[in-house]
């Protein structure tokens, strides 16, 4: 299965600020997911990331607070820009991973995000 | 839309006693059914999956059936341990549209000595 390299693994940021998360991954892949798992909570979509496209955001998640870079088929980005205490959450990515038997999704390590 | 239904938590057993965590699920078509499990402190990872009506996925002991008449995936596993410690999350891939996954609210499981 796919390898997702994630980073930060961690930050604490000032209210105001924006923060970048990347996300690499080992083999080229056509769609790369961004999910939010807010304290104690289940994992939300934030959006889908396509290579040469705009990503799609889900309801409640829009561009300006949450833009997503995927230049190529192995890296993205996803920034939180004017950072609340209410962003404070896990931050992660995916990919959709193998085909037939193997077929499933692959997560990154998470971003853990503390804003103050 | 789709959801997942998940068994609320938390979840506290004995070692070694029987685990069984609800899950159903309401969707359009035919999804793709998993388990993930999160580690304390750690990312998520693949437990289980299951892609069509009555396949069985299983793992480290656990087992999950995709039943279709029921629209459930139910996790167990006969025999806990304290490692099983962690939190649980039922989720569906969308057979239409993007494949993104749908994930349950997560089932924390805390197993005692």
């Known amino acids: 299965s796919a390898v997702i390299s994630q980073k930060p693994s961690r930050d604490i940021c000032q209210r105001g600020t924006s923060l970048t998360i990347q996300c690499q991954v080992d083999?080229?892949?056509?769609?790369m997911f961004w999910y939010r798992q807010q304290p104690g909570q289940s994992l939300t979509l934030i959006a889908t990331?396509?290579?040469?496209?705009?990503?799609?955001?889900e309801s409640g998640f829009v561009i300006d607070k949450f833009p997503i870079s995927r230049p190529n088929l192995t890296f993205s980005t996803l920034t939180v820009s004017n950072m609340s205490p209410e962003d404070s959450s896990i931050y992660l990515c995916?990919?959709?991973?193998?085909?037939?038997?193997?077929?499933?999704?692959?997560f990154g390590s998470g971003t853990r995000l503390t804003v103050v | 839309g789709n959801s997942v239904t998940q068994m609320e938590g938390p979840v506290t057993l004995s070692e070694e006693a029987f685990l069984t965590i609800n899950c159903t699920y309401t969707a359009t078509g035919y999804p793709s059914l998993f388990w993930y499990v999160q580690y304390p402190g750690e990312g998520l990872q693949l437990l289980l999956k299951?892609?069509?009506?009555?396949d069985k996925g299983s793992n480290k002991g656990f087992e999950a059936t995709y039943r279709k008449e029921t629209t459930s995936f139910h996790l167990e596993k006969g025999s806990v341990q304290v490692s099983d410690s962690a939190v649980y999350f039922c989720?569906?891939?969308?057979?239409?549209?993007?494949?993104?996954?749908?994930f349950g609210t997560g089932t924390r499981l805390t197993i005692i000595p």
């Open positions: 299951a892609t069509k009506a009555d």
């Open positions: 990331a396509n290579q040469g496209s705009e990503a799609t955001y």
């Open positions: 995916s990919v959709e991973d193998g085909r037939g038997a193997n077929y499933g999704y692959t």
């Open positions: 989720a569906l891939s969308d057979p239409f549209g993007n494949e993104k996954l749908t």
């Open positions: 083999s080229q892949v056509t769609m």
